[in-house]
């Protein structure tokens, strides 16, 4: 069941994003050649931590004998989510996706973005706006009245218009007293179909977009997520609320 949040609770959602964005912006200025992923996952906790909140996805997971461990998500090039901060640095060339989730009095936010290091390759340049771009035309969809798949639509034909690929494996979700809530919001699919979207309904909406097939595997970590053939992918992601003319971004 969808739960449609009052204005209190859209707040206090708001207020947690603000830090997401807050810390995937600090991280951007600390992505460079050199850098460890470990040294942005701890400048994401102390940053989270001064600032009230609790990372959202430390500790999170089904298997209680796997817990993810950290912070963020660092995803490097072919890995599409969902990667495990290490002693990996940063190649100039690479592109890392960073996700963030934050809990602040009961009340959960998550975003991501893709980052450049150093100077990349005009075809991973071309994948991260291309990927940003669906973001936004997802985004526009996201208005009350309108179906759910209307988003989902909306990301898959500008990604396959641009030969690029969706995953099909991961899905945006709802978002407040629950990191991953109802309902579910594919990045494919068919315009007019699914449940009517209602204002005050918060989501995640979170275009995954790999170079290549659509098609991914799970690492030995029992976490990251790759592109079955080794082709970059790139992540952004918003939570946003359900409005009656244009959709609300709170990770701002």
């Given at each position: 069941m969808v739960k449609t949040k009052t204005e209190r609770e859209i707040a206090l959602i708001r207020e947690s994003s603000k830090i997401v964005a807050e810390v995937l912006r600090l991280l951007e200025s600390q992505v460079k050649p050199g850098v460890t992923t470990i040294e942005l996952d701890r400048a994401a906790e102390d940053f989270i931590r001064s600032n009230g909140g609790v990372p959202a996805f430390k500790g999170y997971g089904q298997d209680r004998f796997n817990r993810f461990p950290a912070t963020i998500c660092a995803s490097i090039d072919d890995e599409v989510v969902h990667g495990i901060p290490g002693n990996r640095t940063l190649r100039e060339g690479e592109i890392i996706s960073i996700e963030v989730g934050v809990r602040k009095n009961?009340?959960?936010?998550?975003?991501?973005?893709?980052?450049?290091?150093?100077?990349?390759?005009?075809?991973?340049?071309?994948?991260?706006?291309?990927?940003?771009?669906?973001?936004?035309?997802?985004?526009?969809?996201?208005?009350?009245?309108?179906?759910l798949h209307d988003i989902s639509a909306a990301v898959q034909e500008h990604?396959?218009?641009?030969?690029?690929?969706?995953?099909?494996?991961?899905?945006?979700?709802?978002?407040?007293?629950?990191?991953?809530?109802?309902?579910?919001?594919?990045?494919?699919?068919?315009?007019?179909?699914?449940?009517?979207?209602?204002?005050?309904?918060?989501?995640?909406?979170?275009?995954?977009?790999?170079?290549?097939?659509?098609?991914?595997?799970?690492?030995?970590?029992?976490?990251?997520?790759?592109?079955?053939?080794?082709?970059?992918?790139?992540?952004?992601?918003?939570?946003?609320?359900?409005?009656?003319?244009?959709?609300?971004?709170l990770t701002y």
């Open positions: 009961g009340y959960y936010g998550d975003g991501a973005a893709t980052f450049a290091v150093g100077k990349i390759s005009e075809k991973k340049e071309r994948l991260m706006r291309v990927t940003k771009e669906s973001l936004a035309k997802g985004i526009e969809k996201a208005v009350a009245g309108n179906h990604v396959e218009a641009a030969g690029f690929s969706v995953v099909r494996d991961l899905v945006g979700h709802g978002v407040g007293t629950e990191l991953h809530e109802e309902p579910t919001v594919p990045n494919f699919g068919k315009a007019k179909t699914g449940v009517r979207l209602k204002e005050g309904w918060t989501l995640a909406i979170e275009p995954m977009v790999n170079a290549g097939t659509y098609k991914v595997r799970i690492a030995d970590d029992g976490w990251t997520v790759q592109t079955l053939d080794a082709e970059p992918s790139a992540h952004f992601e918003h939570t946003v609320v359900v409005r009656k003319d244009n959709a609300e971004i």
